[in-house]
């Protein structure tokens, strides 16, 4: 196990979560993105523990946890965090997601908000429609499921070796473990299926901010964006702003989808702020009518 912290595994709905541990205090959770693992904190998690008990779970299907034959959809995903809540004797957090892990915890408000405390989002998922092409072409039908294992199992290796920074500026010894839970068999239809959930061929057909009236009260919630993000494109945190009440948005210089570790001083700083802010306005989301059909939608475009 290459845990961070003091490392933990718990049985959920069938299957095991492995998470790492740090700190004391009150707990935050951090979900990581899609094909990726809790190590994306691994910079930021021993700033962040100065102050909260740190909880950093591998979604079901990626990292060091269970691989089911499961739906892996965002409610389905929603619900193992919850249950994982459960066993450890945590009934409420501050949430801090990441991308994929961003779209979980948007979720959890709607399905699981007695869980949540704050909601921080860092290059968020599920704000908008824009994603990157791959991620696209992934969830093409049939030929997205033919060519998303070759991509993973060849492609991927050669571009974390030759590109480094554009998944964070991996150090080899990451690039080992990221490559390692990445071949561990099940993970091609983990991702194929999370992806499959929330995005088609003209993008993200999964997206929050339409259910949000559904929740009687908003949690405090944050936004944090590298401005040079080829992901997901830092003008959905924008557009969020223009129509919202109450979140704020921090940006990133010469920094792209990992801002927790390109910029990790500066955004554990900003993240740290959010969360022990004892003034934080409530939160009320008005998505712009022309967009009401293109929001959270069970189907593709």
């Known amino acids: 196990m290459n845990l961070l912290g003091k490392g933990h595994t718990t049985e959920v709905l069938g299957t095991y979560i492995a998470w790492g541990e740090m700190g004391t205090g009150y707990p935050l959770v951090l979900l990581h993105g899609i094909q990726d693992s809790h190590r994306t904190w691994r910079r930021a998690a021993p700033l962040l523990a ?23 959809t965002l409610s389905w995903h929603a619900e193992t965090i919850s249950k994982w809540m459960e066993s450890i004797g945590v009934e409420k957090a501050h949430f801090c997601g990441h991308s994929y892990g961003a779209g979980v915890a948007e979720w959890m408000v709607l399905e699981q908000r007695q869980r949540i ?79 499959e959930g929330v995005i088609n061929i003209f993008g993200q057909y999964m997206q929050m901010t339409q259910r949000s009236d559904e929740i009687l009260e908003m949690p405090p919630v944050a936004l944090f964006w590298g401005k040079d993000d080829p992901v997901i494109p830092i003008r959905h945190g924008r557009e969020i702003i223009k129509y919202s009440e109450g979140v704020t948005l921090k ?11 390109d910029a990790t001083d500066l955004f554990s700083k900003d993240l740290i702020k959010f969360l022990e802010d004892p003034n934080r306005p409530p939160v009320h989301i008005h998505p712009p009518p022309q967009k009401k059909r293109l929001f959270f939608s069970t189907a593709g475009a």
């Open 50 to 72: 100065r102050h909260f008990r740190v909880l950093m779970p591998d979604l079901t299907g990626f990292g060091d946890s269970g691989r089911p034959d499961a739906p892996y």
């Open 117 to 195: 405390d704050r909601l921080a989002l860092v290059s968020a998922g599920g704000l908008g429609r824009q994603v990157a092409l791959g991620l696209r072409l992934a969830a093409f039908p049939v030929l997205g499921q033919k060519i998303s294992p070759l991509v993973l199992r060849f492609v991927l290796p050669t571009v974390l070796k030759l590109l480094p920074g554009a998944f964070g500026h991996m150090e080899p010894g990451e690039i080992k473990i990221f490559l390692k839970w990445n071949s561990v068999p099940g993970t091609d239809r983990a991702f194929q299926r999370s992806v």
């Open 251 to 261: 940006t990133y210089r010469n920094c792209g989808h990992w801002p927790q570790l």
